[in-house]
């Protein structure tokens, strides 16, 4: 099992800024493929972006450009910062484990997430 831990979220201006992070932990060696996720009310959770243990990235067609999947410091860490952002961004945001094949295909094993609140 594969405990996912995210911070960083908050609340944020339209335009502004927010990093978050998220670590991975349990019963892991090596995490290799993660990626970042976002459900808004009464919405479907879906892929923010992703990267792969060769570090491949891709994105929503909605953040291109504005956010950035990045590898943590630390091991088993992952970094999503995004920048210029909108109020169509408020969102509980989740990361996940994964397996890449062709694209990103996230476990089924989440976080508590942490609430992005982008006022207008």
């Known amino acids: 099992q594969v405990q996912l831990v995210e911070s960083g979220g908050g609340l944020v201006q339209a335009g502004g800024s927010l990093r978050l992070s998220c670590a991975a932990s349990?019963?892991?060696?090596?995490?290799?493929?993660m990626g970042w996720h976002r459900q808004a009310p009464g919405k479907q959770r879906e892929l923010v972006a992703a990267?792969?243990?060769?570090?491949?990235?891709n994105y929503a067609d909605s953040v291109k450009g504005r956010f950035t999947i990045s590898r943590g410091n630390a091991k088993n860490t992952v970094n999503l910062q995004m920048n210029s952002l909108k109020p169509e961004d408020t969102a509980v945001y989740y990361c996940?484990?994964?397996?890449?094949?062709?694209?990103?295909?996230?476990?089924?094993?989440w976080g508590q997430g942490t609430q992005v609140t982008v006022s207008s």
């Open positions: 349990g019963s892991i060696l090596s995490v290799n493929n």
């Open positions: 990267i792969s243990s060769g570090g491949t990235t």
């Open positions: 996940s484990v994964g397996v890449w094949n062709g694209r990103y295909y996230p476990l089924n094993n």
